[in-house]
């Protein structure tokens, strides 16, 4: 077993956008990072070369989210390989828009099972595994204010975030662990820009007073506070890091 005195964080959903630039801010900070990936090891395998490029230390760990018993086996590989673990972040997610009258089931579970779900198997994981001192960062996201058309479903995912953020971090007393969770506004990731015209996109870029869509290391620079010593006193909160769009 190779055990290292460095923290540990798992980052799931880090194999692209928002969850790589978290994994490489996290290797930048200090941290030894597990990158989570559910389909194609390759990309994963991507951000881990360009963390041991620059003298940090991951490996890639395999597992849909919303598989209790593959994020089990997650948690095992990083305690195996590391001895511990000190924070989790909650990335993963999907996102597809359609009203909600359109919305198959199996859309909806679909949805569910990986943005609520996945969220809930990993912090209910992670409530029996953290150490003292831990962070576990969530994700939401700024649709859920702003009740845009097409995001019933997907706001409702992320409602359950936000109610499991604020109510985990008071269950979580005496274990000197918080609970937060990160609303990005618009991002230029894949996710976000996958399927909207030109025009679309300038618009929302038009939307916070910043007049740019954000950009995954201004998301990435958030976790890394909310996961450092200076947010100890951070706890139970949803960050809305958006521009100013909401």
């Known amino acids: 077993m ?31 990072v597990v990158v989570n990936y559910s389909g194609s090891a390759a990309p994963a395998e ?12 991951a490996i890639s760990a395999q597992a849909d989210v919303s598989d209790a018993i593959a994020v089990a086996r997650m948690f095992d590989s990083a305690e195996t390989a590391f001895g511990r673990i000190d924070v989790l972040v909650n990335n993963a997610g999907i996102l597809k828009t359609l009203p909600l009258a359109e919305t198959s089931d199996e859309e909806f579970d679909r949805h569910f099972a990986i943005n609520a779900k996945g969220t809930f198997n990993a912090m209910r994981e992670a409530a029996k595994r953290l150490q003292s001192g831990g962070r576990i960062i969530n994700f939401s996201s700024t ?9 019933a479903v997907y706001n409702g995912t992320k409602a359950a975030v936000e109610a499991f953020t604020h109510v985990f971090a008071k ?7 918080t609970v937060n969770a990160v609303a ?12 909207k015209s030109d ?5 929302f ?11 995954p290391d201004d998301i990435a620079n958030v976790v890394s506070f909310l996961a450092g010593p200076d947010a100890g006193w951070v706890n139970g909160q949803i960050v809305r890091a958006n521009g100013g769009v909401a």
């Open 46 to 57: 991507d951000v881990v070369r360009k963390i041991e490029a620059k003298g940090g230390k």
């Open 2 to 32: 190779s055990i290292t005195t460095s923290q540990v964080a798992i980052v799931t959903g880090a194999s692209r956008g928002i969850g790589a630039a978290i994994a490489e801010r996290l290797a930048n900070d200090g941290f030894t």
């Open 205 to 215: 870029s038009k939307m916070p007073p910043l007049e740019r869509l954000g950009q």
């Open 143 to 151: 649709t859920l204010a702003l009740n845009m058309p097409g995001y």
């Open 199 to 203: 025009e679309l996109i300038a618009q």
């Open 184 to 195: 990005p506004g618009p991002i230029a990731t894949d996710l976000f820009l996958n399927g």
């Open 171 to 177: 269950e979580l007393r005496g274990r000197n662990i």
